[in-house]
């Protein structure tokens, strides 16, 4: 324990010259009195220290602790509770009897150690309460939770139950490395390969276009069923497309089977696949598998200009080419078309140039939406003059290079945090250098760090110019920011996501509605259903005064009634989870006397990830506990699992010492005392008469 101060200490001095000052002068001339000479200095005394004090106190005067806390030793338990433990024969034990062994392991941990239980499936919950709910496996978040929950703390050892099967996050022997504590392992499940056909894969495109032919390809798996055939059918609805057979040439075989399927009518349209059945199949839940696919009435067409070869170009076009979504062209300035009308974007790359050779007027003249890629050989003065919604002021044509900055706050769409972190590593481009002058109702992506200042000049960009929409990448050499992704994932991808959400912002036509319902088409079953809406007024000005009503409806004309939560300026409604199936829903808003309906359907898909694979793998988690300094057992032993960690000579009690700063001008004993002192003080006077 020790005392400090915001001042130093030598004011304490001063505090007792005050307190023996203003003694002296207040008892000074009663001397003369004829007080006894006791009364008189016991007045002095309580005056004295009572003044001290309070002047002591202005000094900000704080208590300085050293306090001891013991920890016990902290055991982690995580069990999987994915629907892959109930799809083998042993359900009935998981169901039953291994709840009452983990009961049983943590009341014999508790005697020394402080036990936390979570369990682990598609999401982290704490305790375990074997519902066995969770549609996909990740092991490896887990971990992750653990090392960031536990890392700074007395966690002893760690005991993992499950069948080590994952089907979501990363390796998890790889995730475990950031355990510095022991790991053990309870092995689950059953490691035997049984008889079993199944659907392991489907893969198709999520969209398609009106009159496209598509492939759909299944991949089939069959074990233990050499010599046997089966049939898959592919169907919409109760209508029977197609069916072909898959035949089995040893114990363990894939194939892939192909389907080709026609988009005939606009809309989401939903597919099942079927395998038959064979006898004595371990598990027959994992023969059937659905998908969906939504058919658009048609592609949108970009135009790629450029005055000459650049590697911007090229980026742009594969950042393109792996969308769905489009058709590009590729036009040399000196080859234009006299017509824009068939394009929904137009890529204009350091165009108009310093060259003169494109004749842009017929594009102006149009209303296609542009995208201008500005760069070295961008006459920036024509630039200016087209007046499309930035005017950069440079008088020496020179450029700087410039990192990108993402801006938080923009919303024209959605970008993930992962793709996030990847575009805050882009390389700088090289940037006009000069003043931008642009509407404040710009959006903008990406703002220019120059050097270590970040300002407020844009990068990316986009506005509304009369009925056209403009973006603007103010640099040059985006190729690099594409190179950047492959370097940090080993792919393109958040690089082409950008640019495939830049261009459908700029290439789709805005909704000129008063009413407009925001809704995902594909919804998995473990995801609510999720509903933003938004209501303008005559002056295209966002209201939500009204209240905004929507039906539900299922395929067996099951209605679900909501009313939307207003937010800020819009609605939002969360209506839960919702059973695999179709729906439809019907929404209404009333604005004045004019009613405003919107109407649609979205599909719940079902998650089929945890019956694709019921062979435990043991050797994951005999790797996992032998790294961590820890013991994989078999589920028959679990009993004995408490007695193990609790032999261990590393799992102690830890003592922590804290230092610990208090207020003394908070403290109620001081106050009590300067009180008290006062009181008597005064007492003393009131009996003498003074």
């Known amino acids: ?173 790889y995730a475990a490395r950031k355990i510095s504590f022991p790991v053990y392992t309870i092995a689950l499940g059953d490691t035997l390969l049984k008889k079993d056909i199944l659907i392991r894969k489907v893969f198709v495109n999520k969209t398609a276009y009106k009159g496209d032919k598509f492939p759909v390809e299944a991949l089939v798996e069959m074990n233990k069923c050499a010599g046997s055939s089966a049939k898959l059918t592919l169907s919409q609805g109760s209508h029977l497309l197609e069916t072909k057979e898959v035949r089995a040439n040893s114990d363990h075989t894939l194939q892939k089977v192909t389907f080709m399927l026609e988009a005939k009518d606009k809309g989401v349209v939903k597919y099942a696949l079927q395998l038959s059945e064979l006898d004595g199949e371990g598990s027959k839940l994992n023969n059937s598998a659905s998908f969906i696919v939504e058919v658009l009435d048609a592609r949108q067409k970009i135009a790629l200009i450029f005055d000459a070869p650049h590697p911007d170009v090229t980026a742009i076009q594969k950042g393109l080419e792996g969308s769905t979504h489009f058709e590009i062209d590729l036009l040399r300035a000196g080859d234009l078309p006299k017509s824009y009308e068939k394009y929904d974007l137009v890529i204009l790359n350091q165009l108009p140039s310093v060259t003169n050779v494109a004749d842009l007027a017929p594009l102006f003249k149009s209303k296609v939406s542009l995208l201008f ?45 992962k793709d996030i972190a990847v575009f805050r590593e882009f390389p700088p481009l090289q940037c006009p250098f000069g003043t931008y002058q642009f509407s404040p109702l710009t959006d903008v992506l990406f703002y220019q760090k120059i050097g270590n200042v970040t300002t407020k000049t844009p990068m990316v960009m986009f506005t509304h110019v009369a009925d056209r929409k403009v973006g603007f990448v103010a640099g040059e050499n985006i190729w690099r920011w594409r190179i950047s992704d492959f370097v940090q994932q080993s792919n393109h991808e958040s690089f082409d996501l950008m640019i495939d959400k830049i261009a459908q912002y700029l290439s789709t036509k805005d909704d000129k509605s008063f009413f407009r319902i925001h809704l995902n088409s594909r919804i998995s079953e473990n995801e609510p259903v999720e509903i933003d809406a938004e209501v303008f007024n005559a002056s295209y000005e966002l209201i939500n005064e009204p209240d905004i009503n929507i039906t539900i409806t299922d395929a067996e004309n099951k209605t679900y009634l909501f009313i939307f939560s207003k937010t800020a300026k819009a609605y939002y ?8 199936g179709e729906y439809s829903y019907k929404a209404a808003v009333k604005v004045g006397s004019e009613i405003y309906q919107k109407s649609g ?71 009590a005392l300067i009180l008290a002192l006062l009181s008597a003080e005064w007492v003393i006077r009131k009996r003498e008469g003074m």
């Open 1 to 173: 324990m020790g005392l400090v101060t915001e001042y130093p200490l030598g004011f304490l001095f001063f505090c007792i010259l005050l307190g023996a000052a203003y003694a002296f002068v207040l008892y000074y001339q009663d001397i003369k009195k004829g007080l006894k000479p006791a009364t008189h200095r016991l007045m002095v005394v309580f005056r004295f220290l009572a003044v001290s004090l309070i002047s002591f106190l202005l000094l900000g005067p704080l208590i300085k602790q050293t306090a001891k806390q013991v920890e016990k030793p902290i055991i982690v338990i995580g069990v999987d509770n994915s629907r892959s433990m109930v799809l083998t024969g042993d359900s009935e034990y998981y169901r039953k009897e291994f709840p009452k062994s983990i009961d049983a392991l943590v009341e014999a941990l508790k005697k020394k150690c402080e036990v936390r239980t979570y369990s682990f499936g598609g999401k982290l919950e704490n305790g375990f309460n074997s519902s066995y709910g969770g549609l996909k496996t990740d092991i490896s978040a887990f971990f992750n939770e653990v090392n960031t929950r536990y890392s700074n703390r007395n966690a002893a050892a760690l005991i993992l139950a499950t069948d080590g099967i994952y089907n979501d996050g990363t390796d998890p022997f």
């Open 373 to 417: 890629l500005v760069g070295s050989q961008t006459d920036i003065n024509s630039l200016n003059n087209l007046k499309q919604g930035l005017i950069i002021n440079t008088s020496t044509n020179s450029f700087t290079e410039s990192q990108p900055v993402v801006n938080e706050e923009f919303s024209l769409f959605s970008m993930d945090k």
């Open 573 to 580: 409604l969360n209506a839960g989870l919702f059973p695999i």
């Open 601 to 671: 359907k979205f599909f719940v898909e079902q998650v089929n990830i945890e019956s694709s694979s019921l062979v435990a793998d043991h050797n994951l988690l005999f790797r996992i506990a032998k790294s961590h300094d820890g013991e994989m057992i078999n589920k028959s032993d679990i009993g004995k699992l408490a007695e193990k960690i609790l032999a261990r000579e590393d799992i102690r009690s830890v003592s922590v010492f804290q230092q610990r700063m208090s207020d003394l001008i908070g403290n109620p004993w001081l106050f």
